[in-house]
């Protein structure tokens, strides 16, 4: 069970590289430049959906880059979710 925090553009090796090791058992959390991945009916989003694993953005970044009502199904958690997430999740990578 590992945390991913998310913090790069689809497209990118990281963004790649992270789905590629995603588990069910895993959370990824976008947050920076990854909050576009959680746009709805992309192949970005379809592709984080696949892996089986819980996705989550951070609100802020997302209001930030204007996204709120763009998002797919995804949990969108602020700044103590991210808190929550990290004693759920205590191994933990960062993709950039």
């Known amino acids: ?12 090796d990281a963004f790649d590289n ?19 991945a959680g746009i709805k009916k992309t192949e970005a989003f379809e592709r984080l959906q696949a892996t089986g694993a819980s996705i989550h953005i951070l609100r802020e970044d997302a209001l930030a880059a ?11 958690i602020d700044m103590e979710g991210f808190v929550s997430l990290t004693e759920r999740y205590p191994r933990q990578l960062g993709w950039y």
């Open 66 to 76: 204007g996204l709120m009502e763009r998002l797919g199904p995804i949990l969108v």
């Open 1 to 12: 069970m590992i945390l991913h925090t998310l913090c790069t553009t689809p497209g990118r």
């Open 18 to 36: 992270c789905l590629a090791i995603l588990s069910p058992d895993d959370a990824v959390l976008l947050l920076g430049d990854g909050v576009y």
